[in-house]
């Protein structure tokens, strides 16, 4: 610390600096600082690659298991399965994706960095979205792998690329949507352990009381009745229909609002609770 | 350098020092649940000094400099920062204040270069400035050659460089600096008192937190001293430490029924009352000079009080806190 040895500088004039202080931040501003603290997310997963056992491992075991467990007792066989079975897993494990956001977002906060981010002139929604923009490589990898895997045990898409590749951004873009309460739980819980208890019990009754695994008419009315609003549901139908069809459905659109309303929501939600934390 | 600024020893105002306050409180209060972390305090910090907030640990030190920085959300009574409402304006507030805290608030899994890159684009300076900035910091706080290693590698002492270096990138006009130096050893923190000192030869305003006198002497134009999170006393570091004494002559009576005779010694040789520490038989004596010790010394022995024990001493926060308040630093708490 050779302070003495810097080169001298003109000196620091408080007044000017009030008269040039910006009132609030720019639409701009906070797209350059959501990168920028995307950036650093990125950064973050390449170093600690053990954040992608859960991506990587997921689909392939998942798809394995669930095909041999229930391909015979719900569609005779293995096969005919896949088809119904893989956009189910698809919508499983993009979920279970975003529930790691809030957890890791939790985490996160409870560093000392987050009181620089804090004490900065940014955005106040940039800490949040930042790690959400990077974790869409980790459902890019996860809906790659399902599908990877789907096609390994035999699944035939009749969909063809185009439909795979509709459903896998359909998918995402829903992640991304939903990691939106996660975040929010994420700002309103004590510690990061408790954002796990508090994700699990939101992500259990969604992914398993949906059509991801099972045809709805096999279901009781009461509990189909659930089912049948879940968007969850709604993903795994949409996702179906443009694998296995090509085929752009109502459902594509009834998720795509689903998606819109849940973020209209809790965006706004979890920026209010992460202000409150301070 | 010009002969005028070379003559002027008493410590002068500093280039850039105005009348105008950097930050002016009144009343700021803080509490928590039932707890009055910060019960009322006003500061008054002129713009190019550095001031010191004195306090033991659990004062409301740190919970006051966080509701400044933004960080903590103000209870009750007002804070301004030349002349912006800091509760009304607080991204204008954050475009004026930089913040290093007490524990390093940098990313552990970036490196010192990454850190000093990140928080520039954060700020909006563009690429190729931000490239520069890291480099001139990393250059000018000794981080070089640890630029581009992992922070967790890093010595407490170089997170706490890095930290400064992360709060200086925009040449904030103020910076806060809770417990600088807390946990560094001798040589660094002399090092960071430089640094300090540096920063307001530059005109920048300092507002510090320290729980030591010699830290708040060494660089603070004025002190307030907090406890409870009440200001107890503010002033210059000399005017308090003649409240308290230059040094501090301690006393462990082998007999402690002879306290009274002890007592009765001091009161005759420096004409002031000793202060009885809780511990039976212990004495602290506020001297002037250090050379004093001796007089009471020889007067205890011609009175022949024995000693089991005595030692001259810097006063210590201790001895401030009860020349201050009449009680230590642990008591009530």
């Known amino acids: 610390m050779t302070t003495t040895m810097a080169p001298a500088r003109e000196v620091v004039r408080a007044a000017d600096r009030v008269a040039a202080a910006r009132r609030r931040v720019t639409v701009g501003e906070t797209l350059g600082q959501t990168m920028t603290m995307a950036w650093r997310a990125l950064k973050k997963m390449l170093r600690n690659p053990e954040q992608f056992f859960d991506v990587a491992l997921q689909p392939i075991l998942f798809t394995a298991m669930f095909a041999f467990i229930f391909g015979g007792a719900i569609s005779g066989d293995v096969e005919s399965y896949l088809p119904l079975m893989v956009p189910g897993i698809l919508a499983q494990t993009v979920l279970t994706t975003c529930m790691a956001t809030g957890t890791q977002l939790r985490e996160d906060m409870e560093k000392g960095v987050f009181d620089r981010f804090k004490s900065l002139p940014i955005a106040r929604i940039a800490p949040l979205a930042g790690p959400m923009v990077a974790d869409l490589l980790r459902y890019t990898i996860a809906a790659t792998l399902t599908f990877g895997m789907g096609l390994v045990m035999g699944y035939r898409p009749g969909g063809g690329a185009g439909g795979v590749l509709a459903a896998i951004l359909l998918a995402i873009f829903t992640g991304w949507s939903l990691a939106w309460v996660f975040t929010w739980v994420g700002t309103i819980a004590r510690s990061a352990q408790a954002v796990q208890g508090i994700s699990m019990m939101i992500l259990f009754p969604l992914t398993f009381l949906s059509n991801a695994f099972v045809p709805v008419e096999t279901l009781p009315g009461w509990l189909a009745a659930f089912v049948r609003v879940n968007p969850v549901s709604h993903l795994v139908t949409a996702a179906r229909d443009l694998a296995n069809g090509a085929l752009v459905s109502g459902e594509v659109a009834w998720t795509l609002l689903a998606c819109l309303i849940v973020i209209a929501i809790f965006a706004p939600l979890s920026v209010r609770s992460y202000k409150r934390h301070m | ?333």
């Open chain 2, 1 to 333: 350098m010009s002969i005028t600024e070379l003559g002027r020893t008493d410590g002068g105002p500093a280039p850039g020092v105005g009348t105008d306050p950097a930050v002016r409180t009144e009343g700021l209060v803080k509490t928590f649940g039932e707890h009055r972390a910060v019960d009322g305090i006003d500061l008054n910090v002129r713009a190019g000094e550095i001031f010191g907030v004195l306090g033991p640990n659990g004062a409301g030190k740190t919970t006051t400099l966080r509701m400044l920085a933004t960080l903590l959300k103000i209870d009750a009574g007002r804070a301004e920062i030349f002349g912006v409402d800091v509760a009304g304006n607080p991204h204008v507030i954050r475009q004026l204040v930089g913040v290093t805290g007490q524990y390093a608030s940098v990313d552990e899994n970036l490196t010192a270069r990454e850190n000093l890159w990140l928080f520039s684009r954060l700020q909006g300076i563009a690429a190729p400035r931000a490239r520069r900035i890291a480099a001139e910091l990393l250059g000018r706080f000794g981080l070089e050659e640890a630029a581009d290693k992992a922070i967790a590698q890093f010595s407490g002492g170089m997170r706490r460089r890095l930290d400064l270096a992360a709060s200086l990138i925009t040449r904030p006009p103020l910076i806060f600096l809770d417990e600088p130096t807390t946990g560094l050893d001798p040589r660094t923190r002399g090092q960071m008192w430089d640094t300090i000192r540096g920063l307001v030869a530059q005109g920048c305003t300092v507002l510090l937190t320290t729980q030591y006198l010699d830290e708040a002497d060494q660089l603070a134009d004025r002190v307030a001293v907090i406890d409870h999170g009440r200001k107890v006393a503010e002033g210059t570091p000399d005017e308090l430490k003649t409240a308290v004494g230059n040094s501090a002559l301690q006393l462990l009576l082998a007999d402690p029924d002879e306290v009274p005779a002890a007592v009765e010694v001091v009161r005759r040789v420096l004409g002031s009352e000793p202060v009885l520490s809780p511990e039976r038989g212990r004495l602290n004596v506020a001297l002037d000079q250090a050379d004093l010790a001796g007089e009471v010394l020889i007067a205890l022995r011609t009175a022949g009080v024995s000693i089991s024990s005595v030692s001259v001493a810097k006063p210590s926060l201790d001895e401030v806190f009860l020349a201050l308040t009449g009680h230590g630093t642990e008591e009530g708490r």
